[in-house]
């Protein structure tokens, strides 16, 4: 039985100064398509993001967390990725997204070109910049019911996603995150502060709501040509109300639900085009052992990603993988 081709597009938290530098240097679709995005970017802020991210000298231990340039950054890594792969052969029968990436996912399936996703990605992050308050998000590796169980966590962040049983993120008042962090020590419960400068989906973005909104209803947004699948809904979407991408924004992400409405339909291959495996490791944490599906990463911060995009090619042209 053929498998159905997954593919999978992370959010903010996921990146790195550098990421993706050597497709960048090395394969030329990808370069395209990645100046091509920059000189839109340039167009409309008269800056550079690549400029920012292929950096060869950033402060040791530094984190690329600037809104300005991690959201357009993450954007154009993703969708020249996805452009890779499909000059390769390669094409999805499900782009799947998560908060971010569901942006990335409506480039791919052509809900809006990717210059008007872009501009998209780009007005939130000034409004973010403009209007938002910092804040932050944090990963903490346990039962997700410690949330509500918990007054310190709850009382100080919103529960924002639930990627399996034992991970969830929060997100929050610096202050806030600071207080379930000290508190957490004292617990032994691993966590991890994602590198971003807003508190995403939480109450703290709301100052852009009604700016982000007006700016969206001047989108045309059509039905995806691959099949859409939302980590705002948990399910398969095929159409899009003007507010759909700022609900992306404000509201939790269910990967788990998103997963599953395709999980359940028929084995698949799952390829994470973000830049840190991370769906890929949450795929792993939410799919039934028993299945037959593949879960693939490229870009992951350990500079194997030549080597994992031939690895991938070799596994669907072998027998491996039936396509």
């Not at 998000?137 to 049983?165: G, P, W």
């Amino acid at each position: 039985m053929n498998k159905s081709i997954v593919f999978m597009f992370s959010g903010q938290g996921s990146q790195y100064y550098n990421m993706g530098k050597d497709f960048f240097i090395e394969n030329p679709i990808y370069r395209e398509n990645m100046l091509k995005l920059d000189e839109f970017f340039r167009s409309i802020t008269g800056d550079s993001v690549i400029k920012q991210l292929y950096n060869d000298n950033p402060d040791r231990g530094s984190v690329f967390n600037r809104t300005f340039y991690t959201h357009p950054a993450i954007f154009m890594q993703e969708y020249s990725l996805a452009q890779v792969l499909i000059s390769m052969g390669i094409y999805p029968d499900y782009v799947l997204g998560a908060s971010l990436g569901e942006f990335v996912a409506a480039a791919v399936a052509g809900v809006m070109s990717s210059e008007d996703i872009m501009e998209c990605v780009i007005k939130q992050a000034q409004l973010f910049e403009s209007k938002c308050v910092n804040g932050g998000m944090l990963a903490i590796v346990t039962d997700y019911r410690m949330f509500n169980e918990c007054s310190v966590l709850h009382k100080n962040s919103e529960l924002i996603a639930i990627n399996y049983q034992t991970h969830f993120v929060v997100s929050g008042s610096i202050e806030g995150l600071d207080k379930i962090e000290k508190y957490l020590s004292t617990k032994d419960v691993l966590f991890v502060r994602l590198p971003v400068s807003q508190a995403f989906h939480s109450a703290l973005v709301e100052p852009i709501a009604q700016d982000y909104t007006e700016f969206l209803k001047g989108k045309t947004n059509k039905a995806p040509k691959t099949c859409f699948v939302s980590c705002l809904t948990g399910s398969k979407v095929t159409s899009f109300k003007s507010d759909y991408f700022w609900d992306v924004v404000r509201k939790p992400m269910d990967f788990p639900s998103a997963l599953r409405s395709v999980s359940e339909e028929k084995d698949c291959i799952y390829i994470d085009l973000g830049p840190s495996g991370t769906l890929a490791n949450f795929a792993k944490g939410n799919l039934n052992r028993q299945k037959h599906s593949d879960i693939y990463s490229i870009i992951t911060p350990f500079n194997n990603n030549i080597r994992n995009l031939n690895k991938l090619d070799e596994a669907i042209a072998s027998s491996q993988i039936v396509y």
